[in-house]
């Protein structure tokens, strides 16, 4: 197995060697991550079948208010019981296990490309950069309420790193008249990304008209549409159990067509959710099994997330509060309830900070880890996000990206075979010597390690020549460089123009005002 | 089980509770902290076999250099085989495994209050700031070399945090000249802390003087002194494969007197190690395994821990990275080893930023989360630490704490019993409520969460008002207050007047120079 010396100094020249016959180059693809953490435990499995059974009986004996008839109606039918005058559905513990059993436990998204294709499922690992902010921010142009180009430039960030898997409605683009705003939104998205493209759950006229723009750009009859998820919707519950009507349709609009939904209930402990983890966790619990069962009933097999978004508030003044011991707790809680139930998750780190500072880092990294170690299979606010989901910060998008990029380092598969341990190459150097020469370094440095983007591993003296500038102004450079490329058309020109041609008919029609 | 509704009310008005009758109060102790988390594994179980097998190979085959010629001659008397002409030392494999059967797998080190004594075993977790950095760097006076001033407020501050679970030689105080050195830094540590203190192996003068000083500080006999480790020595190699003279003489000294060293091959994959994880941690043990085996030698059951610190460095500018993909694979593998040979062990996190900004915060917490699922036992340079260790800043000591606080939070117990799930609360609250003022809420409002020391959740235009300050400004406010308070002494007063006899007389003696 070991070289004779002579060996040993043709490897040090190096240079005459294959590197790519070297069975330890470094090998990524930040496209398909599959979770390689262990899986976190805070409660005992006894406790947290305790916190579903809770969920169950809060279901079946106090119920949850769903404000669309249309959706009491399909739980009625089902055999809930209603109460109509206070909208109050009562969910019998079978209604709910039968849902579960339906429910898919991988669930398909057909992207614009095929290797941008999704499979969701317990085990598999997305990210998804901040989501739904009504202002932007970057360090050029300071913070302002989102506009159509802020939305524009964010999805071609978005669109430039493999890490981030799904496209989010990142910021609001508020200049664009609400009747007309979802079509601006599925435009650029379809146009300038061939990720998974959200479409938000604001009143039936609305999803019609994006499953209508997906169908055209994607080229797909009806049987093909419905036949894979081509996008998401983010579903909220009104915590405490309360479903309101836009959320109810887009669950019952998104199942008849196959596409998938992602129930997350927003619960901040002490404020809209009790004040322990434990308790807060049944509540979302209780509110997310709803949702799920609404899918099922509408169309059984459906394409449903589970999913929880779990954090708390200052108790001095009521400030929500992100990366947090309790929201990193919450996770785990919720990674324990999501296994007990077999479905793919959702789940979200954040911050609260007002800028990209340290703490912005601090809270966003610590949130993460509390959803990487709870086996979320999709991780939503993973990057941008500040003041708690108020703005996406174009700067912290990128120091954030470097975070993922490093965890998804982690996915890849580390090799530890004799070559690797290269026994030889620790004889040959020798004691006291260096391995920057050495045959065994030849072969691998150029892919050995991850190359950062935002990281300045430079000396003092050379940063500050440099203008010691931080990691923050860095970003700035990034984001910059991105969004001055040309920008990419991911729709074939056909495509193209029947989305435009659907578009401006719709607009001349009046468009789609938002159910509120 | 479920109270009445006039119970409800009851709780609701919630102050004629008693809230320590609450079963979920929140309780931590930040000093004694187990490590919740579960360990993860990136080679298989025979991988890492094979690795320790590699590094016995080694060992046996190829030797380490040992520079001190007494370090030669107990190796040898033991049966080792010692080239005095090379300084090579080659260690049969019976000679490790004998050494790792006498090493103790629990470690008890007395502090100077028993509250702050620590057991190191596999599964016990303790923090300490960085260490050995040439200078300082604080935002109001900026990056100079440190000095005596500098240590003496650095280690007020380090006392000053619960979670700091020892006391590091966190700055070189270079206005001291070497020969006295190590008095004023003792004296520091036990006038100013009442934590485990660190001892510096630089000769066996100083290492003696030290053990005077700590035995007189803690009215000790010299057999109570040795029944227990009272301090520390951090012991590293000088990778490939050589054990300097001041280092093997801390190994031979601590190990006769009954003290603590922590033996950490300092390796940087790509430079002084394979550039492979596999490959730097293979040589990286055998370092380790050759150290450890020298303490055992000189007195069976000397306390020990294993240790290493592996990263990587820039491959095209020879640059070191900290808190890098690669440095948290080399963690993971680091604990597998620990693991397999059962020692309690040191890791260490990093960063090579040069200021407390966005990459330093991202990098350290990185690392630290690389050493936490390797289930380190004490984690290193876990605050504060900045250009790969050359400086030591206030500030990011500051923001670091808050992080190793909210990592102490989770080794808290989280209740999950019926109370903690509340559902008679989410009955009470009701449909779209809110929990500000359920009696659930009031009875653990005030202990529920952890409160923050640096992170600001007030909303933007709140902090925008109290002027825009980042974390790092924030962390300014909080160390100038800390040094500002008075200074507790905690040496009662015949000890200390004891200490400062024994260093007047030793300085006027002459002090002891180090060996270089």
Known sequence: MSPSPSDSRTKRSGRRRNPSAVSSQRVVDYRNLKNPFPTMSLFSDDRIEAMHHAALELLEADGIKVLLAEARQIYKQAGARVDEGSQMVYLGRELIEQALSTAPKQILCKAGH????LTLELGRLCFQPGAGAP????????????????FAELVKICQHFDVLHMMPPIIEP???APHLRHYFTMQTQLYASDKLPHIFSRGRAQILDGFEMLKT???LSDDEFTASSHCYSIINTNSPRVLDSAMAEGLIDCARFG????????TL??????????GALTLSHAEALAAITLTQLTSAGAPVCYGTFTSNVDMKSGAPAFGTPEHFKASIVAGQLARLIGLPWRNA???AANIND??????????LWGTLLSGSTMIIHAAGWLEGGLTVSYEKLITDLELLQMTAELCAHTPSDDDAIGLDAIREVGTGGHFFAAGHTMDRYQTAFYEPVISDWSNFGSWTEKGSRTATQRATDIWKQIISEEQDCFLAAGFYDEVESFVRRRSAEGGAPPLS
Not at 135 to 150: F, K
Not at 259 to 266: D, E, G, I, S, Y
């Open 114 to 117: 095929p290797s941008r294709d």
């Open 135 to 150: 202002h932007a921010t970057d360090c050029e142009r300071g913070r302002r309420p989102g506009s159509a180009d802020d």
């Open 174 to 176: 508020q200049d664009i």
């Open 217 to 219: 750009a994607r080229g």
């Open 259 to 266: 596409q998938m939904t992602v129930v997350t209930p927003f």
């Open 269 to 278: 402990m002490g404020a809209m959710a009790p004040i322990t983890v434990a």
């Open 349 to 351: 780190t954040g911050s």
């Open 358 to 367: 340290v703490q912005a880092a601090q809270e966003t990294q610590f949130g």
